[in-house]
């Protein structure tokens, strides 16, 4: 069974950055696409960022690019979010999530998500 | 920007049947963008019932259906049950990696 655990969430001040990871198991870590996903309490889902399975692509919603980051270590069976420059509408619940099929396909298989609070 | 539309809400009787949409704010929803269909309730990480238009995920009952309706990609639900009470989300396949999620659908079952 797909499991996806993340971790790293908390309150961070605005400009600074924090680091998302994500630990994958129950299934072949390197053969699945992987995207990032937040929403803020009480709001929507808004797509974040997704890497390829092999990690030759990256992709970015307009409101992080420049500022965030995703990678992954197949070694590890883990997915990483790297956030720069933040700020407070950055506040939200992060998801990790599996492409349900190829890399170029949505999320199918979720986490429980990691707190994100941006505040001075 | 294209925008994903969903109804803001709907609601539907115990036992009943409702069919909640996901369009594109320019042009026609066809099964190339892979539409996706999730259910959360609050506090809760989504559940992915229908991906791939209308593939039904595992363990998701057949209550729920997936389809594409004229120009919009739709989840159908049959038999209404006062636990479908929940919000609905479609999210749609741009292209180049990108995907967008439509604004959320808050069923009510009464």
């Known amino acids: 069974q797909v499991q996806l655990v993340e971790s790293g969430g908390g309150v961070v001040q605005p400009g600074r950055s924090l680091r998302l990871s994500c630990a994958a198991s129950g299934f072949t870590f390197s053969s699945y696409g992987m995207h990032w996903v937040r929403q803020v309490p009480g709001k929507g889902l808004e797509w974040v960022a997704v890497i390829w399975y092999d990690g030759s692509r990256k992709y970015y919603a307009d409101s992080v690019k420049g500022r965030f980051t995703i990678s992954r270590d197949t070694s590890k069976n883990t997915l990483y979010l790297e956030m720069n420059t933040l700020r407070a509408e950055d506040t939200a619940v992060y998801y990790c999530?599996?492409?349900?099929?190829?890399?170029?396909?949505?999320?199918?298989?979720w986490g429980q998500g990691t707190l994100v609070t941006v505040s001075s | 920007q294209t925008v994903v539309t969903q109804e803001p809400s709907f609601s539907v009787s115990p036992g009943g049947t409702v069919t909640l949409t996901c369009g594109l704010s320019?042009?026609?929803?066809?099964?190339?963008?892979?539409p996706t269909w999730y259910q959360q309730t609050p506090g809760q990480a989504p559940r992915t019932l229908i991906y791939?238009?209308?593939t039904r995920s595992s363990g998701v009952p057949d209550r729920f259906s997936g389809s594409i309706l004229g120009n919009k990609a739709a989840l159908t639900l049959t038999g209404a049950q006062a636990d479908d009470e929940s919000d609905y989300y479609c999210v749609l396949y741009m292209g180049s990696g990108i995907s967008v999620f439509g604004g959320g659908t808050k069923l009510t079952v009464l």
């Open positions: 999530a599996r492409c349900y099929g190829s890399s170029s396909t949505p999320p199918g298989y």
């Open positions: 791939s238009t209308n």
């Open positions: 320019s042009g026609s929803v066809s099964t190339s963008y892979s």
